[in-house]
């Protein structure tokens, strides 16, 4: 008989609470959070302490009743909901619509960082109460996020356009994608070259190397930026006699990264397996909510999977030492084990990293119960964790440096310093099991071989290799450095990463292109309009403080009402002041068309899903027709011109303007440049290359192709 009631969120992690606890407990989902502030109405009092009006939603109720109907069964009530914030809010609003506290039944909750027997056991045998600290400060934040947002949007929807929301942490986010885009525009390119000399013993030609100019003899730093600069030192070059100056050999050492933790597993994720912050999470609260395994039943396979700790409990350590010992053998052990204990600077409360439940549980032992998906995540955070555990990576590395001296002739020239290296792996240590996929790209890099050289050694001459290169702007945002930056700058936490992401894309302020993040030109408008407004709501330092005080406030440091109080007066203040001196927005532009019904002008306009063209003569006239960027690129099947379009999904392609008689589409921007080898179409491929559609080959472009993809500012 199930008299023991145990209350989590979802119906995965009740499945497998329940093959864990067993028959005496009955485990109900609560779906999430059961109340919320309501949603027509701002729902909060600023003239009393800021007193939340807490609602159930319609949806919910239900379920509240249905809890309620078990816990009139129940001799106890266990509160498992997720070990953070979130999660203690989630329990507290339980008991507050369930009027569970009202009864007299014991109520405890219990918190476990991951979902396995040993775990839940524990945890269930050292219950506590709900931490009020955590629930103020996700009263906080949300309360916060509330009146910012319901304040701010009417004003955007009187001044821009209807439809316009602002958000708190959201609107940081856009700002600094829209402080890039300025970057990229502004960006004035610089000519520079790189000089390699093919060099190679007398004696040995068919062992050369390549050396890089840097300096002057003297020792001054050289910089060539031009035509003529390139063809007075290669002159000098290849009259010049070589000499090697300095061999220094050095043993460099690589240590492993830590587990992961939120930002850095959607990071990694990210550039490994190209999955959004949003997928990233979703497979993960499924590996952590557990997955039936066969015999071993239905069980969590990694830890908590919110967190921004890389602390590891010492079992988990010792057990990871055993594994490796076994496995790879004591080569690969350290003397002592690893220990990350620093958090990252913004850190909340004690969590673990994020790691496997079971070391000893291998990716390709469980490869038949997961589908590819969580296959690939697993095996990203089981290899990190193991990684962690092991032997540093050692590197035998030689730097050269060459000197190019006057070979005596009539006219006299400058002298050159060269530099050459190379790296070789002497133990791979860790790496033999994972590497960070930046370090992979350094290796790839680093691996060039060198001739056996000694101090005084003669080289020759066999060629110059001049490359002309161009100064690049900063890189626009990717999902990786977007977190990474918001991380740095203290702006979110794990929990709210990847709903920003979704929140800037789906309110059409940002577009992703090839993987980067472009503002739209709403986008530009509203962070403007906020950043001349509200300075201190799209300020990366004052939003970084607040959520130094919502952790202050989880630590119990702080009272959640005076931290609303010192936030609302001046926002208010601020917010009257903008109702009065913005002038209202014309997003209205003029177009060249003409309207095919009545003859008159047709006008570009912003919509909800981005830019249209009407008539003007609305409302006498209601044609309007889809707004085409022109891309000069003819299509390759039927002639017409390429075009870029966003989808349903937020997602820039780019089709044929002859559409729907021509369905030809491309993800990538479309190339005005034909490929040399075949003649067909190029796309943009990374940076400054390009790859054509039909035979594959790459082509390097000038550098300003991606800067040119921009919004006008």
């Known amino acids: 008989m199930a008299d023991k009631l145990v209350i989590v969120e979802s119906p995965a992690k009740a499945r497998t609470l329940n093959k864990i606890l067993g028959r005496s407990y009955n485990v109900k989902a609560s779906m999430g959070h059961v109340r919320d502030l309501p949603r027509a109405s701002l729902g909060v009092d600023v003239s009393k302490d800021f007193v939340p009006e807490y609602v159930v939603p319609t949806e919910r109720k239900k379920i509240v009743g249905e809890i309620k ?11 498992a909901t997720d070990p953070d914030r979130e999660g203690e809010a989630i329990s507290w609003h339980l008991v507050q619509a369930t009027k569970l506290d009202k009864e007299d039944i014991p109520l405890q909750r219990v918190v476990f960082h991951e979902i396995t027997k040993d775990a839940v056991q524990q945890a269930f045998q050292s219950p506590r109460c709900i931490d009020m600290n955590l629930v103020n400060a996700q009263q906080a934040r949300r309360i916060l996020d509330r009146l910012v947002g319901y304040k701010l949007s009417p004003l955007l929807w009187r001044k821009v356009q209807r439809g316009l929301s602002a958000g708190r942490v959201q609107s940081v986010a856009v700002r600094m994608i829209v402080d890039r885009e300025q970057e990229i525009q502004n960006f004035i390119s610089k000519e520079y070259w790189i000089m390699e000399v093919e060099l190679a013993r007398p004696e040995e030609k068919e062992a050369s190397f390549k050396a890089r100019l840097f300096a002057l003899a003297g020792g001054t730093k050289l910089d060539i930026t031009n035509k003529d600069e390139v063809e007075r030192v290669t002159a000098d070059l290849e009259n010049a006699e070589y000499k090697v100056k300095t061999v220094t050999p050095k043993q460099l050492t690589r240590q492993p990264a830590p587990p992961f933790i939120t930002s850095t597993l959607q990071q990694e994720a990210w550039q490994r397996l190209h999955f959004s912050a949003g997928r990233t999470m979703a497979i993960a609260q499924q590996l952590y909510e557990g997955l039936p395994l066969g015999k071993e039943g239905s069980v969590g396979i990694i830890t908590y999977m919110r967190t921004d700790s890389t602390h590891v409990a010492d079992s988990a350590i010792s057990e990871a030492r055993g594994f490796i010992g076994e496995k790879y053998g004591a080569k690969f052990l350290p003397p002592k084990p690893r220990s990350f204990t620093k958090k990252a600077k913004w850190a909340q409360e004690a969590h673990e990293a994020i790691r496997p439940t079971k070391i000893y549980r291998q990716p ?20 990190r964790m193991a990684a962690s555990q092991m032997s540093t990576a050692l590197y035998d590395t030689t730097n050269v440096e060459i000197e190019a001296c006057n070979s ?15 790296s070789v792996v002497k133990f791979l240590g860790f790496m033999v099991v994972y590497s960070e996929s930046r370090d992979e790209d350094e290796r790839a890099e680093s691996l060039v071989s060198l001739p056996k050289l000694r101090t005084g050694d003669e080289l020759i001459h066999l060629g110059t290799f001049p490359e002309q290169c161009f100064t690049q702007p900063p890189p626009r945002y990717s999902e990786a450095t977007l977190i990474k930056a918001l991380e740095q700058k203290g702006i979110g936490r794990p929990s709210t990463y990847a709903p920003i992401i979704s929140t800037i894309q789906e309110r059409d302020y940002v577009n992703k292109v090839n993987g980067k993040f472009h503002p739209t030109e709403l986008g530009v408008i509203v962070s403007k309009i906020l950043a001349e407004h509200f300075p201190k709501i799209v300020d990366p330092d004052f939003t970084a403080q607040m959520e130094e005080q919502l952790d202050e406030i989880a630590r119990g440091k702080y009272e959640w009402i005076a931290a609303l109080q010192e936030f609302y007066p001046p926002f208010q203040d601020t917010l009257d002041k903008a109702w009065i001196n913005l002038e209202k927005v014309n997003l209205t532009q003029t177009s060249e068309e003409t309207c095919p019904n009545c003859g008159r002008p047709m006008v570009i306009k912003v919509g909800r899903f981005g ?17 085409l960027v022109k891309t000069g690129v003819a299509c390759p099947q039927c002639g017409g011109e390429l075009v870029k379009k966003v989808s349903k999904k937020k997602k820039v392609f780019y089709g044929c303007s002859n559409y729907p008689e021509c369905k030809f589409a491309v993800s990538r921007k479309p190339i005005a440049q034909a490929c040399p080898n075949c003649g067909n179409l190029l796309v943009q491929y990374r940076g400054d290359w390009a790859k054509c559609m039909a035979c594959q080959h790459k082509v390097k472009l000038s550098g300003q192709e991606e800067q040119k993809e921009g919004v006008a500012l």
Do not use: V
């Not at 390709?364 to 290899?383: C, D, G, R, T, V």
């Open 364 to 383: 390709e032992q469980i490869k038949p119960f997961l589908n590819s998906a969580q296959l690939k995540l697993y095996e990203l955070i089981w290899k």
């Open 611 to 627: 830019k249209f063209i009407a008539c003007s003569g609305y409302p006498d006239c209601k044609t309007t027709m889809p707004y």
């Open 69 to 79: 109907k078990a816990a009139r069964n129940a001799s106890s009530i266990y509160l």
């Open 408 to 422: 005596g002739g009539e006219k006299q020239q400058r002298g050159y310093l060269l530099k050459a290296s190379s």
